[in-house]
């Protein structure tokens, strides 16, 4: 498994999505069930800004743009990466991963 999707992977558990099927471009990310509807949907935080801002503030993240930062509203910091995208869907994976 490469390492995006394996990001992809702990973020949609992060998000409480399950993985329904993945691509093999990454850009295209993974078909996700999000479990409120039976349609599923193409999901792409990594690569698509409007899937990472919903993941935000989905998680409750404090984006700091102009720092390439990415905190919880607890105040811990997850994630720091200029791609905005990449480090939302990084701070994601680390809470993906912490949940049993």
């Not at 993974?30 to 990472?52: E, H, M």
């Not at 989905?58 to 990466?81: E, I, K």
Request: with cysteine; proline share 3%.
């Amino acid at each position: 498994m490469s390492a995006d999707r394996e990001l992809l992977g702990m973020a949609a558990k992060a998000a409480g999505y399950e993985i329904l099927r993945i691509y093999d471009d990454p850009k295209r990310g993974v078909y996700v069930d999000p479990g409120i509807t039976s349609r599923g949907f193409n999901w792409s935080p990594l690569y698509d800004v409007a899937d990472a801002f919903k993941l935000a503030m989905h998680l409750r993240f404090r984006v700091d743009f102009n720092a390439g930062t990415v905190h919880h509203l607890n105040g811990t910091l997850l994630a720091v990466n200029v791609d905005i995208c990449r480090a939302i869907t990084e701070a994601a994976a680390q809470i993906g991963r912490s949940m049993k």
